[in-house]
């Protein structure tokens, strides 16, 4: 399968490489100008030990390379015009979060642009993922939850996530359009069919952080609790991965092993488990055919993180 990929300077470099380790080959990448496809091709190069075609014109990268599939990893501001023109060409689409994203733009408006998006989709064929590579964290989870505490049903779930500040401004809206895709993601993956109940909603955005909880209903009349938790660190630990579900609390490291390849590892109070990167078991997954989180569902996730959004105070 021949993979483009639509911005390497940041995510994206890693996708590329999980692309190569898993098969792919890595056609093309897109830059915004030709100054910056100079330098991401060089870094781009060295990142893959391979010289790879950098174009700065969308049309001219699809026709020239015929990609199968185009790995968008743009601002979230260009998500949905770079996903719909890949779709148009014929290629399946893996989308980095959030699936679409404009601050200013409704929630309406960006919800029907990703149910359009996945309509596009399914009407040509081809296959639209949206890399919300902790349903994989989450389905690693449940498994181990098995084993654990078999037959005992979950009735609360939290997920936390925190990532470096980075010299960035105190804003919690920025922080929960960041972060929160992935722990919302993982609260959909271990409750498929769970129905929110926004009035039980309550949120707690200030500087750095940006916290939610509600309660939702599953079949059967079944009441659980949901919580997340998402900030930017200033201090060690520089990044948290978190999820509890009841009371057994899970904590994912990620590591290099011998090779310098990216692995991760699950710990609780009586154990450890190794398991493969989420982001790895994302691209293989898309490559069988098979994506993670496919449109429909991310345009699902994007609901629900613009409703909590939409009861945050601005910044």
């Known amino acids: 399968m021949k993979v483009a990929v639509i911005g390497v300077k940041g995510i994206g470099k890693h996708h590329a490489k999980w692309w190569q380790v898993e098969g792919a080959d890595v056609c093309a990448f897109l830059g915004s100008t030709r100054e910056s496809v100079a330098s991401a091709g060089e870094m781009l190069s060295h990142h893959l030990d391979a010289d790879v ?5 969308l049309e001219e990268m699809l026709r020239e390379k015929d990609p199968d599939i185009v790995d968008v990893c743009s601002p979230p501001h260009l998500h949905a015009v770079h996903c719909e023109a890949s779709l148009e060409a014929g290629c399946h689409v893996l989308c980095e979060k959030p ?22 989709a399914e009407r040509k064929g081809l296959k639209l993922g949206i890399c919300l590579q902790y349903v994989e964290s989450a389905r690693s989870l449940l498994g181990l939850w098995k084993d654990l505490r078999p037959g005992e049903p979950i009735v609360r779930v939290e997920g936390v996530l925190a990532s470096p500040a980075k010299g960035r401004a105190q804003d919690p809206r920025r922080v929960w359009v960041d972060l929160a895709p992935h722990p919302l993601s993982a609260i959909q993956t271990v409750f498929p069919s769970l129905q929110p109940d926004w009035s039980s909603l309550s949120i707690d955005f200030e500087r750095y952080n940006a916290n939610a909880r509600f309660e939702g209903r599953l079949e059967g009349d079944r009441t659980v609790r949901c919580s997340v938790r998402t900030y930017n660190t200033e201090e060690p630990p520089a990044n948290v991965r978190r999820f509890v579900l009841n ?40 490559l069988e055919g098979n994506p993670s989180a496919p449109g429909r569902e991310g345009a699902r996730n994007l609901e629900w993180m613009l409703k909590i959004l939409g009861e945050a105070p601005c910044s």
Do not use: C
């Open 247 to 286: 009371d057994v609390q899970f904590d994912i490291e990620g590591y290099k092993d011998d090779e310098g390849m990216f692995q991760a590892r699950i710990h609780w109070d009586n154990g450890t488990r190794e398991t493969e990167d989420a982001m790895r078991m994302v691209v293989r997954r898309f």
């Open 53 to 57: 075609p950098g174009f700065f014109d």
């Open 99 to 120: 699936f679409v994203y404009e601050k200013g733009v409704s929630s309406d408006r960006l919800v029907g642009q990703a149910n359009s998006l996945a309509e596009l």
